[in-house]
């Protein structure tokens, strides 16, 4: 059964910085991407990071020169260091994992409070 385990979500000041860690177990092959996405209150989930078993990685708009994704693929660990947190950043990040010939799975979430 694979689980995606969050964790490194938290409150902190605008302009401090959060690392966000996902771990992934029970899968050993196939993995296509992982990403976080982030969910804020009346809003929809949006993508902020993703990537690609090669190393490749894609940014929204929002957050680029910010955060930055790594993954070290020997753990299957992602990781999101996020600095220059703005207060529009605050949501509940949520890990992804996508899977060639299977459906993405969700991890259960972590918040991210960023105060003015």
């Known amino acids: 059964q694979v689980q995606l385990v969050e964790s490194g979500g938290g409150l902190v000041q605008a302009g401090g910085s959060l690392r966000l860690s996902c771990a992934a177990s029970g899968i050993f092959f196939g993995i296509k991407a992982m990403g976080w996405y982030r969910q804020a209150p009346g809003k929809e989930r949006e993508l902020v990071a993703r990537?690609?078993?090669?190393?490749?990685?894609n940014y929204a708009d929002s957050v680029k020169g910010r955060f930055a994704i790594s993954r070290d693929n020997a753990k299957n660990t992602a990781y999101l260091q996020m600095n220059s947190l703005k207060p529009e950043d605050t949501a509940v990040y949520f890990c992804n994992l996508e899977r060639y010939g299977y459906d993405a799975y969700w991890g259960q979430g972590t918040q991210v409070t960023v105060s003015s």
């Open positions: 990537i690609f078993s090669g190393g490749s990685t």
